[in-house]
């Protein structure tokens, strides 16, 4: 079940790539002092599941994979409020952090992190990386 879960949250991450769903926007300033802009919504994937979306990217070069968790974590901490006015009891955290250039190109090259947040029993949000 967990495992249709996560391909569905994935299905959804790709159609709120294509289509925006009346979504909503947030600038957040993180504890380092750093803005970003996060993009917010609710989507309906089945007529009994609703989802919380949440998507940003990090311009700032970002090189360890903790520092990724924490900050989706404080994203998530200024951004659960909103989450909690919807129905939904399933969140996608979509992230994307820059790393650095490309050699060649001096192109700028971003990694995607994929987050799901799951509302337990006691009305807490358990965050837990998908990739």
Avoid: H
């Avoid at 970003?36 to 009994?48: C, G, L, Q, Y």
């Avoid at 951004?79 to 490309?102: H, L, M, P, S």
Wanted: proline share 1%; glycine share 4%.
């Amino acid at each position: 079940m967990k495992r249709i879960i996560l391909l569905l949250i994935l299905s959804i991450i790709l159609i709120s790539c294509t289509k925006n769903n009346s979504a909503n926007e947030k600038e957040i300033k993180l504890s380092n002092g750093q803005k970003i802009k996060v993009t917010f919504a609710e989507k309906e994937v089945e007529k009994d599941l609703k989802v919380f979306t949440v998507d940003y990217q990090n311009n700032e070069k970002v090189t360890k994979e903790e520092i990724v968790e924490e900050q989706v974590l404080e994203v998530w901490k200024n951004i659960e409020k909103e989450a909690n006015k919807t129905d939904a009891d399933e969140a996608v955290i979509k992230t994307r952090y820059f790393i650095g250039n490309d050699e060649k190109s001096n192109e700028p090259i971003y990694l995607d992190f994929i987050f799901n947040g799951e509302k337990i029993e006691n009305g807490t949000w358990k965050i837990t990386k998908v990739n």
